[in-house]
């Protein structure tokens, strides 16, 4: 089973201010996943493909990473981005989701 | 509009079974893998499992395969998941979800809860 590490477990960030998450991968991975979940709402896809956003994100946010390492970046912070963000490998069975990394604002 | 109804939850007693739906709308289910993925009261996501579009082939985390099994009825656009011998560690949001060509999920259903208890 592969093991998703997303670090920080929690952060917080100032409107404007360039946010980077981390998700890394016990084994390599081909593209990873990510989910928007904001409280008492269900997960929304976020970036698919380690790079593609999901319809209706916002441009300032982006993800890249290849083998072992993935992010999700906010290029300025916006309050609407609170949220817990999981990412999730689709590259073996059984499929994986991160802990998590709740990102609130400053 | 895709829309992803789950019922079937609620508060049942150790070693007892529960089977939760899930209907879906405005897309043709028949076409879709479909899964069910549970988030537990302390936020950990976990997927349980996926089923292909006819129903032919199931995959399931390893450590839920011999008590959760999940079906589909494409004429009622419904998908099921079966829970048995359930464990208070299944308390949980269960949430269905269409996968993208058997791919990443990209629609979640509103989740449904179910709590394990005596």
């Known amino acids: 089973e592969i093991v998703l590490t997303q670090s920080p477990t929690t952060m917080a960030a100032s409107p404007g201010e360039k946010v980077t998450l981390n998700c890394l991968a016990s084994s390599s991975v081909s593209y990873m996943n990510w989910y928007q979940q904001k409280s008492g709402a269900s997960p929304k896809l976020w970036i698919y493909g380690t790079s593609n956003l999901a319809s209706g994100v916002p441009n300032r946010f982006s993800g890249s990473g290849s083998g072992t390492s993935y992010s999700l970046t906010i290029s300025s912070m916006e309050a609407e981005d609170v949220a817990t963000y999981y990412c999730?490998?689709?590259?073996?069975?059984?499929?994986?989701f991160g802990a998590g990394t709740k990102l609130e604002l400053k | 509009e895709v829309q992803l109804v789950e019922s079937g939850g609620g508060l049942v007693q150790p070693g007892a079974s529960l089977k939760l739906s899930c209907v879906a709308s405005g897309f043709t289910f028949s076409d879709y893998w479909m899964s069910w993925v549970r988030q537990t009261p302390g936020k950990t996501m976990e997927w349980i499992g996926d089923?292909?579009?006819?129903?032919?082939?199931?995959n399931y985390a390893p450590s839920l395969k011999n008590r959760f099994t999940i079906s589909r009825d494409n004429a009622k656009s419904t998908l099921y998941l079966q829970m048995s011998n359930v464990r208070s560690e299944d308390t949980a949001t269960y949430y269905c979800?269409?996968?993208?060509?058997?791919?990443?999920?990209?629609?979640w259903g509103q989740g449904v809860m179910v709590t394990v208890s005596s």
């Open positions: 999730l490998q689709l590259s073996s069975y059984p499929y994986t």
């Open positions: 089923i292909k579009y006819d129903g032919s082939y199931t």
């Open positions: 979800t269409r996968d993208y060509y058997s791919s990443y999920p990209d629609y």
